[in-house]
T-cell receptor, first 117, second 115 residues
Framework: AQTVTQSQPEMSVQEAETVTLSCTYD???????LFWYKQPPSRQMILVIR??????QNATENRFSVNFQKAAKSFSLKISDSQLGDAAMYFC??????????????FGTGTRLTIIP | GAGVSQSPRYKVAKRGQDVALRCDPI?????LFWYQQALGQGPEFLTY????????KSGLPSDRFFAERPEGSVSTLKIQRTQQEDSAVYLC?????????????FGPGTRLLVL
């Protein structure tokens, strides 16, 4: 079974600064997807960024980028130029690429990000 | 277009009552997922539908939990004889295709409190 670990329950960053959220995972599969989801206090889970394991290039989406280290099974999220609207719970998630019956997401326990004005 | 919607948003039940939680996925989405999120935890998978077929129910915690999607669109998660440990937020998600790399889109959740 796959597991996802987020070792930082809480993080804080000054507005306009950069912050990195950590995620490690354990799997015996070679092909999979990794995601970062954001969950603001309203609780609607929003996809921030995704990474396909077969791609060596790190994914980027505007101010959000990842550092994907497949051998180390590490998948960190970097948020640049932090904004007040970035305050939320951030969840790292894993999904197998072995599609048949394995489309579920496996989530970590989350990191609560606070933005300091 | 409209996103995933869930109702009710909040539900208070007395221990032993039955509850039904509804999910309206994005129109045309084939796959539908239910997750349970306990306080301070990440969501945990409950069950998955492809159209009306329930392909995976391995995450349902007991036989008191039952989910259906009879016409391949709206889904209902039913919990019989609720217990205090059932208190959680129940999230529904849908994706456009099955057996693909499609993103799952989440609804706002139903917060269930069992007294």
């Amino acid at each position: 079974a796959q597991t996802v670990t987020q070792s930082q329950p809480e993080m804080s960053v000054q507005e306009a600064e950069t912050v990195t959220l950590s995620c490690t995972y354990d799997t015996s599969e070679s092909d999979y997807y990794l995601f970062w989801y954001k969950q603001p206090p309203s609780r609607q889970m929003i996809l921030v960024i995704r990474q396909e394991a077969y791609k060596q290039q790190n994914a980027t989406e505007n101010r959000f980028s990842v550092n994907f280290q497949k051998a180390a099974k590490s998948f960190s999220l970097k948020i640049s130029d932090s904004q007040l609207g970035d305050a939320a719970m951030y969840f790292c998630a894993y999904r197998s690429a072995n599609y048949f019956g394995n489309e579920k997401l496996t989530f970590g326990t989350g990191t609560r990000l606070t933005i300091i004005p | 277009g409209a996103g995933v919607s869930q109702s009710p948003r909040y539900k208070v039940a007395k221990r032993g009552q039955d509850v039904a939680l509804r999910c309206d996925p994005i129109s045309g989405h084939v796959s539908l997922f239910w997750y349970q999120q306990a306080l301070g935890q990440g969501p945990e998978f409950l069950t998955y539908f492809q159209n009306e077929a329930q392909l995976d129910k391995s995450g349902l915690p007991s036989d008191r939990f039952f989910a259906e999607r009879p016409e391949g669109s709206v889904s209902t998660l039913k919990i019989q004889r609720t217990q205090q440990e059932d208190s959680a937020v129940y999230l529904c998600a849908s994706s456009r295709l099955s057996f693909s790399q499609e993103t799952q889109y989440f609804g706002p959740g139903t917060r269930l409190l069992v007294l």
